[in-house]
């Protein structure tokens, strides 16, 4: 069976600080790996994904993560972050059908 | 502007009391989804809908009902809504031309279920 582990569910980080919020998976198939970012008080929005070709992969507002195979994880960077950034986040693996992780809500301190 | 639209998007009723939260998009998606998030849980499936007239159970459907009685619309149904249903609940789409296409969410319904 599919699953999906995002191992810390709160992260707060200062402004300007990097951060990196984790994902893991298990399939026994290969997969599409998304993230999701869900902005206070609104729905849910693409932050990047993962189809194929290069590991390293760049989404929106600076983001970017990291595809390793051997390690099933799909990790989430930014160098520095903005309050802006304040919101939880979802990885979330495609097999099939979506299965989202239990989120990670990143607070960014003044 | 392409988006799909959820309402009502704050929802307070009692017990047993039918309601229904419309879905609708107006990018032509064939595939629809309702989600519910509850703190601690992530996002799961409640229902799903790969095109007209076809819906299938997702991992969590006690409780609900869907329609798609047309390309757009595929509102979720609680004919006996009961506390433990009370949650934020989301509707997406996707186009199914590709298999990997990105989910479209609308804003959220909060429902209370008191």
């Known amino acids: 069976a599919q699953s999906v582990t995002q191992l810390d569910s709160q992260v707060p980080v200062f402004e300007e600080a990097p951060v990196e919020l984790r994902c893991n998976y298990s399939s026994s198939v290969s997969v599409y790996l998304f993230w999701y970012v869900q902005y206070p008080n609104q729905g849910l929005q693409l932050l990047l994904k993962y189809l194929s070709g290069s590991t390293l992969v760049k989404g929106i507002n600076g983001f970017e993560a990291e595809f390793n195979k051997s390690q099933t994880s799909f990790h989430l960077r930014k160098p520095s972050v903005h309050i802006s950034d304040t919101a939880e986040y979802f990885c979330a693996p495609l097999v099939g059908k979506y299965i989202f992780g239990t989120g990670t809500r990143l607070k960014v301190l003044a | 502007e392409a988006q799909v639209t959820q309402n009502p998007r704050y929802l307070i009723t009692v017990t047993g009391k039918k309601l229904t939260v419309t879905c609708s998009q107006n990018?032509?998606?064939?595939?629809m989804s309702w989600y519910r998030q509850d703190p601690g849980l992530g996002l799961r499936q409640i229902y799903y809908?790969?095109?007209?007239?076809?819906?299938d159970k997702g991992d969590v459907p006690e409780g609900y009902k869907v329609s798609r009685k047309e390309k757009r619309n595929f509102p979720l149904i609680l004919e006996s809504p009961s506390p433990n249903q009370t949650s934020l609940y989301f509707c997406?789409?996707?186009?199914?031309?590709?298999?990997?296409?990105?989910?479209?969410f609308g804003n959220g319904t909060r429902l209370t279920v008191t």
């Open positions: 990018m032509n998606h064939e595939y």
């Open positions: 809908s790969m095109n007209v007239e076809v819906t």
């Open positions: 997406a789409s996707r186009p199914l031309d590709r298999n990997n296409s990105p989910l479209h």
